[in-house]
């Protein structure tokens, strides 16, 4: 909370290889955060993981984020074979003060083998204020996202810029490379801005991608007003790309930008 740093959070299997299995449920969290508001207030943590399967379910987060000046840490997970978010579980990174000072978010970067997302899972990584926000990388086999939670909030990944003032900072960029790509029931990946910064880009290196029952790759400016640029959607397939059901790939502004 002040200018000292956060510690990094390691989590891993004997002498540095692969843990079994990690779990993180009943909305249990492994975060890093720095919250200092002072000019020389010290920096978030990074957290590491690297296991052979990692879940996340019923709220379960993982996360590094700065509600001050010092900047986040970064989120990375290195996992053997599968990782699953359920349930409302989320992976967030983000740069939650609304000051001109604010720190920049973390990054965050996911290399695994099968990314499962479902029932309202999501990555989030965001900017309240003048820091930017992070970046979200995932390099996987195969990457699924479907079904919404209760609320019916859709699983998805989101980098967003929230300020309307002056000093907003930018969304992170969002870049993923997979064999294959599947979006379905609303799900997908969504860049906005809501003020002057700028949205993120995105791009997909994909052997095949689906998007199927409304899902949606985005990026949009959504001020009226004197608004930041909405991101680029760069998709490069070697196989197939497929829009079913109402699904859409779209890039849009509401006001200047």
Do not use: C, W
Request: glycine content about 18%; hydrophobic content about 30%.
């Amino acid at each position: 909370q002040g200018e000292g740093n956060g510690g990094r959070i390691e989590i891993s299997g004997r002498d540095g290889e692969f843990a079994e299995s990690v779990s993180v449920s009943g909305s249990s969290r492994i975060f890093a955060d720095t919250t200092g508001k002072e000019p020389d207030s010290g920096d978030a943590g990074a957290v590491f993981i690297k296991t052979t399967n990692l879940s996340l379910s019923e709220l379960g987060r993982i996360s590094s984020e700065t509600e001050g000046t010092g900047a986040g840490g970064d989120v990375t997970l290195q996992v053997a074979e599968s990782l699953t978010l359920s349930d409302s579980s989320r992976i967030y990174g983000g740069s939650k003060m609304d000051a001109p000072n604010a720190g920049a978010g973390g990054n965050i970067l996911i290399e695994t083998k099968d990314v499962s997302f479902t029932d309202g899972g999501n990555i989030l990584s965001e900017s309240m204020g003048g820091g930017r926000g992070g970046n979200v990388t995932v390099l996987a086999e195969s990457v699924r996202f479907s079904s919404r939670d209760g609320a019916e909030y859709p699983s998805k990944i989101y980098t967003s810029t929230h300020s309307t003032e002056a000093y907003a900072g930018d969304a992170g960029d969002i870049f993923i490379r997979a064999d294959e790509i599947s979006f379905n029931d609303s799900g997908g990946i969504t860049a906005s801005t809501l003020g002057p910064g700028n949205a993120g880009t995105i791009t997909l290196e994909v052997g095949r991608l689906d998007l199927d029952t409304g899902a949606s790759v985005s990026s949009a400016s959504e001020s009226e007003g004197l608004g930041g640029n909405a991101g680029a959607i760069d998709i490069r397939a070697e196989a197939s790309v497929s829009l079913e059901n109402g699904s859409s790939i779209t890039t849009a502004t509401s006001g200047r930008g």
